[in-house]
């Protein structure tokens, strides 16, 4: 996070709050499994294999869907080029639209895999040499900086490079808040304003030097 200018990490705390809005509307409507956080679908594919076998099909198709998120997004990353950024958030928007098409025709696993692949897509926004700089969908690696940078704090560092990833947390979790809070009263809307907010993301990414 420390890398980027303001405005950049601007964007990659609004694309967190984004990833967590979609994981909460998700995990609500789902039966409580992920549509981001694939270690929590990990965990419910194994302890799926021990109780009931049949049920694990579910977290090891989320998992496959993920992957495949990551890899269409990737690919459409590296065509881009300098362009990366507002053309992923683009095809995250169409993906939450589609998903919330889905949504509203009644129709509950497209709606499901759609949202994993674009959570899995909006993971390329941020790269670095060809490899995520920033995880926007996951953030044990950002509260494990977190922590070393309070550590180097405590022993009299001046480094502040940990806050960004404090901001990146913070976006996560208000944005599951206000996820959790848009699906349980306004479901029919929930899904097209996280729609609205990725299209919003990218029309800003598009407009950065």
Not at 35 to 51: A, C, I, K, W, Y
Not at 62 to 69: E, K, M, P, Q, T
Request: contains cysteine; glycine residues 12%; proline residues 3%.
């Amino acid at each position: 996070m420390h890398s980027y200018d303001i405005p950049r990490r601007a964007l990659a705390v609004a694309a967190a709050t984004l990833a967590g809005y979609v994981d909460a509307a998700g995990f609500l409507s789902a039966n409580r499994y992920f549509v981001s956080f694939m270690s929590g679908n990990t965990t419910r594919l194994g302890v799926d294999l021990v109780e009931d076998p049949s049920a694990a099909r579910i977290p090891a198709m989320l998992l496959a869907l993920f992957v495949a998120g990551v890899t269409g997004g990737a690919l459409l990353a590296g065509k881009a080029g300098e362009r990366r950024k507002p053309m992923v958030l683009s095809a995250v928007a169409l993906l939450l639209g589609l998903a919330a098409t889905s949504h509203a025709l009644a129709l509950p696993m497209a709606t499901l895999a759609l949202l994993v692949l674009a959570m899995g897509a909006i993971n390329n926004t941020f790269q670095r040499q060809g490899e995520v700089a920033v995880g926007l969908t996951y953030m044990t690696g950002a509260l494990v900086k977190l922590g070393q940078g309070l550590a180097g704090r405590i022993m009299g560092q001046r480094d502040t490079r940990w806050s960004g990833w404090l901001l990146l947390w913070c976006g996560l979790a208000s944005g599951a808040v206000a996820g959790a809070a848009s699906w349980l009263h306004w479901p029919g809307l929930a899904l097209w304003l996280a729609c609205g907010w990725a299209a919003v993301l990218a029309w800003f990414a598009a407009r950065l030097r």
